[in-house]
T-cell receptor
Framework: TQLLEQSPQFLSIQEGENLTVYCNSS?????LQWYRQEPGEGPVLLVT?????EVKKLKRLTFQFGDARKDSSLHITAAQPGDTGLYLC????????????FGKGITLSVRP | NAGVMQNPRHLVRRRGQEARLRCSPM?????VYWYRQLPEEGLKFMVY????????ESGMPKERFSAEFPKEGPSILRIQQVVRGDSAAYFC???????????FGPGTRLTVL
């Protein structure tokens, strides 16, 4: 059972465009994290959201945690080729003993 | 301040051999997690260890796989009698405290011939 669904699975856009991608679940998470992974490397933590409705900004990236703590979105403003990569969301369920459940990821390609 | 270190980065084994994967957590971190990433799949939790203790091994296959995190030295993920289906990228993560943010290493890519 895939607990975290990420969409779209693949996204190819032109430099300068804005985009929003999603991470959805039927489960409630005590926290949710977004990672970015480059080919041949490990995931790099971008942000952790904890409170329902929370919005965090990291330069051109805006992360939002749903009010019910079941879903999250990532919005990128004026995408750049350097944003290309695999974006993973991961949730920690309450009482899950710190283990993270990952979505399959969103492959983003930003064309110059 | 070195991050999580894993070695080897690439490991090739023949069917039936043993694979030993090592993970050194970030300095000061005593919580270690192992995940496996299969082609076209997301990362799957395998095991969570805290110094000398296995806290949660609910994601570990019942046979051939074991993990340890001794008082001194790195955490080891051991796969005995490897099969082709074990080919994957294995990632280790560490955290300062339970429930804190997890920081990942670069992974070990295991290929079983």
């Amino acid at each position: 059972t895939q607990l975290l669904e990420q969409s779209p699975q693949f996204l190819s856009i032109q430099e300068g465009e804005n985009l929003t991608v999603y991470c959805n679940s039927s489960s409630v998470f005590s926290s949710l994290q977004w990672y970015r992974q480059e080919p041949g490397e490990g995931p790099v933590l971008l942000v952790t959201v904890v409170t329902g409705g929370e919005v965090k900004k990291l330069k051109r990236l805006t992360f939002q945690f749903g009010d019910a703590r079941k879903d999250s979105s990532l919005h990128i403003t004026a995408a750049q080729p350097g944003d290309t990569g695999l974006y993973l969301c991961a949730g920690e369920e309450a009482g899950a003993n710190s283990k993270l459940t990952f979505g399959k990821g969103i492959t983003l390609s930003v064309r110059p | 301040n070195a991050g999580v270190m894993q070695n080897p980065r690439h490991l090739v084994r023949r069917r039936g051999q043993e694979a030993r994967l090592r993970c050194s957590p970030m300095k000061g971190h005593s919580h270690v997690y192992w995940y496996r990433q299969l082609p076209e799949e997301g990362l799957k939790f395998m095991v969570y260890l805290q110094k000398e203790n296995i806290i949660d091994e609910s994601g570990m296959p019942k046979e051939r796989f074991s993990a340890e995190f001794p008082k001194e030295g790195p955490s080891i993920l051991r796969i005995q009698q490897v099969v082709r289906g074990d080919s994957a990228a294995y990632f280790c993560a560490s955290s300062l405290l339970a429930g804190n943010e997890q920081f990942f290493g670069p992974g070990t890519r295991l290929t079983v011939l």
